[in-house]
Every structure is written in C-alpha cells, then in structure tokens.
C-alpha cells in the first residue's frame, strides 16, 4: 500500500464488524494483517490471539467485504472528481452520491452523467429534438403531437444527417431522447434489477445449427428456471453450453410486469395528447436498453453467486476427504506442539467428533512441567485414546518425548505415539492459496 493510499484509507472496521456481527476489534486487526501482507491461512493459524480467535471462513469474509468497500470508495472518489471536473457536481448529486452503499447504484447515479458515444439519442438531440422530448416527458393536458412535432421538420443541405425528414422521424428521434432518459433514471434501474433477482428467469435453446446435435447439455435445449433459486451446477452447465456454442441463453423477466411502473415513475398521464409517445418510449427503452443492460449485470451477478456456491461445495467435499480418519473409527488424542505459546490437545472419539481441548506447557520451567504432566495424564485417563498424534513442526520431537514420558508415567504401553506431518498446514498458512 503507498504512503498516500495509508493516509486516505477509511477505517471501515465499525462497518465490516456490524455487517458480519463480529468484534469490531478482530475486524480491525485483520484488516490490519492483511494491509501488511498477512494471507488470510497465516492470520488464522497464527494470528489468533491478535484476532479474538476468527476462523478462516470470517476472516476471508472480512477480507472480501473490505476489498467490496475500498473499490466502491475509490470508484465514488473519481466519480466526484469526473463530474467536478465537468461542472456538473450539484450540492444534491453529491449527497446521492456519497449515500451510495452498492456499486450498482452508484453507476446509476452517474450514467446520465457519462461521457456517451454517439446514440440514437445524442443524434436526435443534434438535430433539435430535446425539446420536443421535453413535451413528451411533461405529459402536458393539451396540445397535439404531430402538429408540434411538424416544426421540427427540416431539410438541411449543408449537413444532410442533421435533417429531419417528416413527422414520424421526428417523434421516433424525441422518443429516442426520451428511451434513454428512462433507462437512465437511477429507479427505474433499481426497479427492473429487483425484478429480475426475484422474478427472473434463466432460459436456454437449442441454438440453431446443433439441433438434433447430441451433447452433454441436451437437458438443456429446452429449459427454465427461476434466477433466485437455480443450483449453482446447473447455472455453470447451461453457461457452458453457451460458450460450446451448444445453447442460446437468455436472463429475462416479463417486461409488462414492469412497464407499468415506470409509467408511474414518469407520471404518465392516459389523458395526455401525448400519453402513447411516452408509452411507446418506456417499450422501446425496455426492450432496446433496459433489460439488455440488466442481463449483462445479472449474469455477471449469478456466475458469481454460481462460483461461490461451487466452491462451497468443492470445499466441503475436500473437507469430508481430508479429514477421513487414516486410522479408521478409534478414539485419537492431537497434539499440536508450540514453544512459546504451548502445545493444544484435542482428544476426539471414533466418529471424529471433539471431546475436550486443553493447551499445556512443557519445557517452561519445572512448574509448568509438572502441571503439563498432570494435565495430559488426566486427559489420556478420561478420554483412553489408542493413540496419541503429534505434529513435527518446531517443538516435535521435544513434544513426542513428553508424551512418551507421560505414557511411561501412567504404564500405558498400548497406546501408540505417531509423529505427524505438519508441513502442509504451515505451507499453506504462508501461501497466496
């Protein structure tokens, strides 16, 4: 991290923690680790006492959200700085802007304000048609579309692209204006993304050259499921099939569930002499603009959702698969040797569930000795393990001679003492995995 990026950084620890429901001073320590360079397996493992005990599952969780945060910050701040540059920067707009909890209503806030390429929209207003985009917006009681929309009827020899051929192309050029002032307009965006994330389907084809093609997603050549609940595996599969060239595949809503609020959002008025120009203008902007940006957004939003619940799955498999008993179903005490801040015990049954847990200190001056011995000793007493794993990081072998003193101590010669690998617990606690 620079100097200056370290000045300017806001403490989002008092948020995190709220959001997450974790000690704010654990929140504000990892984020700390991690500003340093810390991985999220060393914090866990050997950070703990720094941490009040976070796992690994809120200490990546800490991690993301602060990522989430320091972006959505950073794209607010060159926001600002853009729309300041242009001139453009109201007291409102700012107060909006600086309210903004998620990206996406960030980018909606600021897409009126954009640098554009050239549209059908910006071409309309080229030629003069704003304020007869105006007209069609203000839902005026009286006045007659056609007759005003026939001012604006030009032949212009100089720059032909700038004329206006009749009254059709002048209406069509105004609703242009008006379409994307619809899909603009940060609540209506906010209106369709919610509708599509609970009422949105996902609908795949058959594309058209593969029909009566055999492949491994003919599940999927006719098919549809709701957004909000479609299993991650089969979000993945129907998007393979699409990059197979397999499936034709749509993220879509009904868009008649929706137009009628954003008629309400732009108070359209069935009185109105020029109720049908904004009407027409709200389809178009949905069918042209609104639902085709929403879709990319959306897929965007499920392949990530469809990722992360993969990865669930993925991890909890691995889990099941690395923590599969190597000596079969027998009752098992775990040391994990440590110097300086001792050495935990955990004693396990047959079914690998934790029984009791204890941290001793050997080799810290004979008063720490003679309780270590006490304490394991009653352990090994109450639990009666068949054996007795040590790990042989640092401290290893110090610790198996310990224990073995302990077993000679009680006269327990069935149990057997084993040294286990360690390495791949430290490897990874360093590693960018």
């Not at 640098?115 to 910006?122: D, E, G, L, N």
């Not at 979000?235 to 397999?246: C, H, I, M, N």
């Amino acid at each position: 991290m620079t100097a200056e990026r370290a000045r300017t950084e806001i403490d989002f620890s008092p948020q995190i923690a709220q959001e997450l429901a974790i000690p704010e001073r654990g929140v504000a320590a990892v984020i700390r680790l991690l500003s340093e360079g810390a991985t999220v397996p060393f914090i866990a493992r050997y950070r703990k006492e720094m941490t009040g005990g976070l796992d690994e599952v809120q200490i990546r969780a800490i991690e993301e959200r602060r990522a989430y945060l320091r972006d959505l910050e950073e794209r607010r701040r060159t926001i600002l700085k853009t729309l300041e540059e242009a001139g453009k920067l109201s007291d409102d707009l700012r107060q909006q802007i600086l309210a903004c909890t998620t990206k996406a209503a960030l980018e909606d806030l600021y897409l009126p304000h954009k640098p554009k390429r050239r549209t059908r929209a910006t071409i309309a207003r080229e030629r003069g048609l704003g304020p007869l985009a105006d007209r069609i917006l203000a839902q005026p009681p009286v006045g007659d579309p056609r007759a005003e929309a026939a001012a604006y009827v030009r032949d212009d020899k100089e720059v032909p692209e700038m004329s206006v051929a009749d009254v059709d192309a002048a209406l069509a050029g105004a609703r242009d204006i008006v379409a994307e002032a619809v899909a603009e307009r940060p609540e209506v965006r906010a209106l369709v993304r919610g509708t599509f994330e609970r009422e949105g389907v996902v609908r795949s084809q058959v594309a058209f050259d593969k029909k009566g093609a055999t492949s491994k997603v003919e599940a999927y050549y006719e098919y549809e499921e709701p957004i909000a609940t479609i299993p991650s595996h089969r979000y993945l599969a129907v998007r393979r099939g699409e990059q197979e060239g397999f499936l034709r595949v749509r993220l879509t809503i009904e868009a008649e569930t929706v137009q009628p609020s954003i008629a309400g959002i732009f108070a359209l008025d069935r009185q109105s002499p020029f109720a049908g120009e904004l009407e027409a203008a709200i389809a178009d902007s949905l069918r042209r603009l609104l639902l085709p940006s929403i879709e990319t957004e959306m897929r965007i939003d499920v392949k990530m959702r469809a990722d992360r619940e993969a990865v669930e799955v993925f991890a909890a498999n691995l889990r099941s698969l690395l923590l599969a008993s190597p000596l079969g179903g027998k009752p098992v005490i775990a040391i994990d040797p440590g110097l300086r801040t001792g050495s935990k015990c955990t004693a396990i049954d047959a079914t690998g569930k934790v029984l009791e847990t204890t941290t001793i200190y050997p080799g810290q001056g004979e008063r720490r000795d003679t309780e270590a011995r006490a304490a394991l000793g009653a352990l090994i007493q109450r639990r009666r393990p068949e054996a007795i794993a040590v790990g042989n990081g640092t401290g290893g072998r110090e610790a198996e001679a310990f224990v073995r003193a302990v077993l000679a101590e009680l006269g327990e010669r069935q149990i057997a003492v084993v040294a286990v690998n360690e390495a791949g617990a430290s490897v990874y606690s360093a590693s960018e995995i």
